[in-house]
């Protein structure tokens, strides 16, 4: 019989892996439909791609610390980079979000400008998300690398 722990772990991979189908149902019309290829649904692509990579890889976590401890537990790659990776991942949901708002702002605010319309703006602001959230992420990444040798 399997306690609540266990109950939870699976009810929580269940919806995590259901949230990266949805996203991936959502994505395919924008990547095999030539029309839809505007800079709106560009950064909507997007942000549906950080939120499969987030839940892929808080499953991929749920998975490892709850059935298999041993693997997470020797493997200082995956103790490093998964909590770096949730960290870069939950920021990239979120400054997806600001550069679709940032985004929409300019179109409206700047209705004549063609510029911000473009496919070009949309990967120009793409290319700036990516990069803060990378950087931004670099602080935990360190902390975990610090944590584990200081535990060894």
């Not at 909507?44 to 499953?59: E, G, K, R, T």
Request: charged share 10%; aromatic share 18%; proline share 4%.
């Amino acid at each position: 019989m399997a306690n609540i722990n266990e109950i939870m772990l699976i009810i929580n991979i269940i919806i995590l892996l259901s949230i990266n189908l949805l996203t991936l149902i959502q994505t395919l019309p924008i990547i095999l439909i030539r029309r839809f290829y505007t800079a709106p649904n560009i950064l909507i692509c997007n942000f549906y791609l950080c939120i499969f990579l987030s839940a892929s890889i808080w499953a991929l976590y749920y998975i490892l610390s709850g059935f298999y401890p041993t693997v997470f537990i020797k493997s200082s790659f995956l103790r490093n980079m998964i909590p770096y990776f949730q960290v870069s991942f939950n920021y990239l949901i979120v400054h997806s979000l600001v550069m679709i708002t940032i985004n929409r702002y300019f179109i409206v605010m700047y209705p004549n400008k063609r510029f911000f319309k473009t496919l070009t703006w949309s990967f120009i602001s793409l290319a700036a998300q990516w990069m803060v959230t990378i950087i931004l992420s670099i602080p935990r990444l360190f902390y975990s690398i610090q944590v584990d040798i200081y535990c060894r």
